[in-house]
Structures are given as structure tokens and as C-alpha cells.
């Protein structure tokens, strides 16, 4: 029992921890498909909103472009007044005032409108030369969409690495009418325009400042980390590390073959065997393949180890395969945090199966010692029987079980998806098919116990079968025949068939043994009876009291037939008891001069040997002579 509890505790434990990341792993894609629904649904809603947008901005832009034209013309005439007009200057600068004013305005807007975008708006990267990200793009520009003006701008980038010896200098920022561009020679890598400066809050030259700064780091680290000298040095690294990893899973196998040296060893030394009461579970010879197999297994699982985790390192070194260091190390932590995750979510419902599976301990504790009071005869129960107690402790105990498994089943990792419910249903549906004859002899065994045909060792007809019950159990009764044969009869078979038992009376009552006798009507009646009482007074192990009785059970046609009937206790040797009343009936009637001629026997009593042996008769007896008479008639 403590096994099985030890077992069930690591089956919830190993369940839980699978089952919790199965869970999760259901609930993270159920997350996403949300978070994708969600996506949509506001890519659809943005779709509508920078639409709007753009077309708020093509107008803006339009009336920046006639307020710019508008104040050239203000700024040209206030430059041609004199320095007398006051009043008309005046006039202009106030005008020139309500463009800028109008200018802020259209900024300010413009900063309302991005900022309701920034948490939902989609950017696209612009990559650097391993696959980095350098900067985003929110923005379209001209004829460019977002997503074409970032891989636009990615391959200008990486022409970059092309040109010898790159400098800083080689990268200019250039101001135009309404963008500031960065410019290698007389190409564009990019431009940056008023509504770029707005999503990262800052102002176009900052931003182009920026974008120059990070785009010539990456250019001169990119031929760095790709020069002759570099690469030398990593290559070199590489093999270091492939070195070091060889060393180290040369040492993990050395070591572990002398492990196992020691394992051999140790044989019929440590290692004796485990041997529980009159069973071995583990020879020695066995106990050593077992902690061999273990240690190869541990061999593997380090040397498989050492490899995974040298390959971080590996890509560690080459630029190109540094974003794989994170991906390799997720692979395991991520495994690993969500099956600590799941546990540690996990406990409040183990806590409470633990809880359970004490409580209906101890409940079973209490009904086995009830059943071993009422089994002992120590606490009696009116109308229940004392052999009733162990069958009815299993039943309540597989009860309590069924019960417990109710109980907890809530609380199991994974108990409420599609697919515990449907294994769960698919396993009711099998054992209900599979096992409907087990049940049915399962049901009759119970029923049987309640009944209380027999007992153990009670001499017993089951059908045509007569032998003594030697085992009863839940599915067959098992009798040993008088010819020592074992006999296994389903319940359910004892259930559809006549029972006798000859034992459960006998110590009481005792048990009428009887046999007939056809004897002729030419014997006298109480001659028969007398013969025959003596006969059964004479077999051992007939009772004299109460004394053996004659029944004549039918007068038929040649011959009366008697059944001698005496009483024994001893019912298990009814073939020995018999054999010595017909030989004890034989004598007795030999002995009265009784001949046991019927059914069927003819004889010529004239001149013919009687039937009954030579040593009941006189020492004189001689057959008769034939008597034949003879007359003459005229």
C-alpha cells in the first residue's frame, strides 16, 4: 500500500508537471490566437485610422506648403519696406506671426495624432549586417510604404561594407526643403522627415545625428568583427573551445568506465541483491546491470549535455551565429521555467489531493479495524455473520476508492481539456466491454458470500461436480474432486446451478447416507431389513445414533427394493463409507442366506450351485440333484 501511495505521489507529480506545461502550452496558444484576433482587429482599426491620417496629412501638407510660399512673399516685402513704415511692418510681422502660430499648430496635431498611434502602430526594422536591428520605421515617405522604405534603407546599409576603408566623413547629413538626408557621396541612404522626428520626440537633425552615429558604428564593427586578423582569432577560439569540449567528454567517459569498473566489482560485495520476504526482486548479477544501465544513461546524458552547451559558446564567437546563443539557451530555460512554473502553480491542488488521499486513508484504516473486531468475534453485529467481514471490508474499500478518485479528479492537471475527457471516457467504454464476463462473475462472487452456500473445505455437488471447496476468490470456486482433481467454476456458473452441500448440517444434524438393495419376494421382508441394519451397524464411521433405518422405496415387478439409510459425520469420506457398507451388506446377506439375485439374474434352481460364496456355507452343502419326472400315459 505504501508503494502504491509512493507511486500514485510521483504519477501526480510527473502528471502534474507535464500536464501544468501541456496547460500552459494550451493557454499560451490560446493566447496568441487572441492576440492575433486582437491584431487584426486593431491592424484593421489602425488600417482605417492612418488612412485617415495620411489623408489629414497630404492636406496639411498641402496647406504647409501655400503657407511657406505665403510667407517667402511676407518675408520678401518686410525686407523691401523701409525702416520709416512702422505701420506696414508691423502689419506683416503679425502676419507672419499668425503662419507660425499655425505652423505650431499643425505640429501639435500632428504629435496628438502619432502619440494615439504609438502603442498599436506596427514598425519595421532596419537591419544591420547580422541581423541586427538598427532603428525602426514608423513612417511612410513618397511613394515608399513602411515596410519598403525599411528594406530600402537595409540595403543601402549594407553596401556600406563594400567600401574600403569606410570612414565617418563618409556618411554627410544634408538639409533639404522639408527632409534632412544622409548622404554617401551623391546618394541618399535615407531620409528623415518632420513626421520621422515626431514618432522618436525628437527633431529631424537630432534624429539624422543619431541615425549617422549608429549607422557608422555598425559599419566599422561590421569590418572589424570580418577581418582577416579577426576571424583568425575566432577561428582559433573555435578550436580552443572544440579542444576543451573533446577534453571534457574524454574525461566524462574515462570516468564513467571506471564507475562501472567499480559497479562489477562490487558484486555479491554492495551489491547483494534486494530481496523482499522469500522473493528476489534483484539478483546481484542483475542489481549490477541496473546501476550499469544507470551509469551509461548519466554517461550520455553529460556528454549530450557538454555538447548542447558548448554550442552558445560556438556561435558566441562568430558574428554571424550570435543570434543563435539566445536561442539555444531558450530552449532550455524556457522548458525548464515553465515546468518550475507549473509545479509551483500547481501545489495549492496537490496540498489539497495530498489532504484527501490522508483523510481516506485513515478512514480506511478505521473500517479495517472494524472489520478485524467483527472477523475476530469481538464486536458482533445482529444478522451479520463474521465471514461476511472481509468481503464487505473490500467492497467498502474499493467504494472509498472510487470515491477518492471522484474527489480528486478535479484537481488533477489537465482534468478538464478535451483530451483527459476523452481518454478518460475512451478507458470507461473499454473496461465496460472488455471485462462485462469478469463483472459478471465478480458480481456473482459477492453474491455468493452474502448467500453462504459453503465455506472452505465444505464437501460440495456443484452441477455434476462433488469435491471439497478449496478456494474461493472473485472470479471462480476452485473444488478438489474426490480423485483429487482441481476444478475452476465461474461464479457465474455456480450461480446458474444446483448446489449441495453435504458439510454445512453435518456436524449437527449429521449426514443420511443411503443405498437400495432389490432382493426377491421370495425373502422375507424383515430378514432384508435386519441384514441390512446389521450391515450398517457394522461400517465404520455410521453413527448408531440415530440408528440406520430400512425404507422399502417400491415393489416392482420381480423384486422389492430396499434403501438402507444410516447417519455419519464424516462427509468428506462418503466413498470410503460406501464401499465398506456394500461389502458389509454383501456379508450380511451372504451371511442370513440371502441371495441378491435382481435385477436380472436367471437360474435353474434344480441341480444348480447356489450364489452365494462357499465360504457362508455349510461344509456339507452339495447343489441339488435335477429332478426329473417322467410319466408314461396309454
Not at 377 to 392: E, H, R, V
Request: net charge neutral; with cysteine.
Amino acid at each position: 500500500m505504501k508503494f502504491i501511495f509512493q507511486l500514485f505521489f510521483l504519477l501526480i507529480l510527473s502528471q502534474c508537471s507535464y500536464s501544468q506545461t501541456k496547460e500552459q502550452k494550451s493557454e499560451a496558444e490560446k493566447t496568441e490566437v487572441k492576440e492575433v484576433l486582437v491584431a487584426k482587429q486593431v491592424d484593421s482599426a489602425n488600417a482605417v485610422v492612418l488612412n485617415a491620417y495620411n489623408k489629414k496629412l497630404e492636406e496639411l501638407e498641402v496647406q504647409r506648403l501655400r503657407d511657406s510660399v505665403q510667407q517667402s512673399k511676407l518675408q520678401s516685402k518686410l525686407e523691401k519696406l523701409s525702416t520709416t513704415d512702422n505701420i506696414q511692418k508691423d502689419k506683416l510681422l503679425k502676419q507672419l506671426q499668425e503662419f507660425a502660430d499655425k505652423d505650431k499648430e499643425r505640429l501639435e496635431f500632428k504629435k496628438r495624432q502619432i502619440d494615439s498611434l504609438r502603442t498599436t502602430a506596427k514598425s519595421y526594422p532596419v537591419m544591420g549586417f547580422f541581423n541586427d536591428t538598427l532603428f525602426a520605421i514608423y513612417n511612410r515617405l513618397g511613394s515608399f510604404s513602411v515596410k519598403d522604405r525599411a528594406e530600402a534603407i537595409s540595403n543601402r546599409i549594407q553596401k556600406l561594407a563594400d567600401i574600403y576603408q569606410f570612414k565617418k566623413e563618409d556618411i554627410q547629413i544634408s538639409a533639404s526643403e522639408s527632409t534632412v538626408d544622409l548622404m554617401v557621396g551623391e546618394s541618399i541612404l535615407t531620409s528623415i522627415s518632420e513626421n520621422d522626428a515626431i514618432w522618436n520626440n525628437t527633431t529631424k537633425e537630432e534624429l539624422a545625428k543619431k541615425y549617422k552615429s549608429t549607422i557608422e558604428n555598425a559599419v566599422i564593427k561590421y569590418q572589424e568583427e570580418t577581418s582577416t586578423e579577426t576571424l583568425s582569432k575566432e577561428i582559433g577560439l573555435a578550436l580552443l573551445v572544440l579542444l576543451v569540449v573533446g577534453i571534457i567528454i574524454f574525461f566524462i567517459r574515462k570516468g564513467f568506465r571506471k564507475l562501472n569498473q567499480k559497479i562489477s566489482e562490487q558484486e555479491g560485495k554492495l551489491l547483494k541483491g534486494i530481496t523482499i520476504k522469500n522473493y528476489t526482486l534483484f539478483d546481484t548479477s542483475r542489481q549490477v546491470n541496473v546501476f550499469t544501465s544507470i551509469s551509461n544513461v548519466l554517461k550520455w546524458v553529460l556528454t549530450i549535455l557538454t555538447i548542447y552547451l558548448s554550442l552558445p559558446i560556438l556561435f558566441g564567437i562568430f558574428p554571424w551565429t550570435k543570434h543563435f546563443t539566445d536561442t539555444l539557451i531558450e530552449y532550455i530555460k524556457s522548458p525548464a521555467l515553465k515546468i518550475v512554473h507549473g509545479v509551483w502553480d500547481y501545489l495549492p491542488n496537490l496540498v489539497t489531493i495530498i489532504v484527501i488521499v490522508i483523510f481516506f486513508r485513515y478512514v480506511l484504516r478505521l473500517v479495517y479495524f472494524l472489520k478485524t473486531e467483527v472477523e475476530n468475534g469481538k464486536l458482533q453485529l445482529s444478522g451479520f455473520y463474521p465471514d461476511w467481514a472481509n468481503p464487505t471490508y473490500q467492497i467498502i474499500k474499493v467504494i472509498l476508492y472510487a470515491f477518492m478518485g471522484i474527489v480528486i479528479f478535479p484537481y488533477l492537471p489537465g482534468s478538464d481539456s478535451p483530451i483527459f475527457q476523452g481518454v478518460s471516457v475512451f478507458l470507461g467504454v473499454l473496461f465496460t466491454f472488455g471485462s462485462s464476463g469478469s463483472l459478471s462473475n465478480v458480481v456473482a462472487g459477492l453474491v455468493l458470500t452474502y448467500m453462504r452456500l459453503f465455506t472452505i473445505g465444505d464437501r460440495v455437488k456443484i452441477g455434476e461436480v462433488v469435491g471439497d471447496v478449496i478456494e474461493k476468490s472473485m472470479l471462480v470456486t476452485r473444488v478438489r474432486t474426490t480423485k483429487n482433481e482441481i476444478i475452476s467454476i465461474p461464479n457465474s456458473t455456480v450461480m446458474n446451478s444446483h448446489t449441495i452441500n453435504y458439510s454445512s448440517d453435518a456436524p449437527k444434524n449429521g449426514l443420511i447416507l443411503h443405498t437400495t438393495v432389490t432382493i426377491g419376494y421370495d425373502v422375507p421382508w424383515k430378514k432384508v431389513h435386519q441384514s441390512l441394519i446389521d450391515a450398517a451397524n457394522r461400517t465404520e464411521l455410521l453413527q448408531d445414533t440415530p440408528a440406520p433405518f430400512v425404507l422399502q422405496t417400491s415393489l416392482d415387478d420381480f423384486y422389492v427394493s430396499y434403501q438402507i439409510n444410516a447417519y455419519t459425520k464424516e462427509v468428506s469420506k462418503q466413498a470410503l463409507i460406501y464401499s465398506n457398507l456394500h461389502a458389509n451388506i454383501q456379508d450380511c446377506c451372504n451371511e442370513n442366506g440371502i441371495e441378491i439375485l435382481s435385477p436380472h439374474y436367471r437360474a435353474a434352481r434344480d441341480g444348480s450351485q447356489t450364489t452365494i460364496p462357499e465360504d457362508y456355507l455349510d461344509s456339507n452343502y452339495k447343489a441339488p440333484k435335477f429332478n426329473v419326472s417322467i410319466s408314461k400315459e396309454d
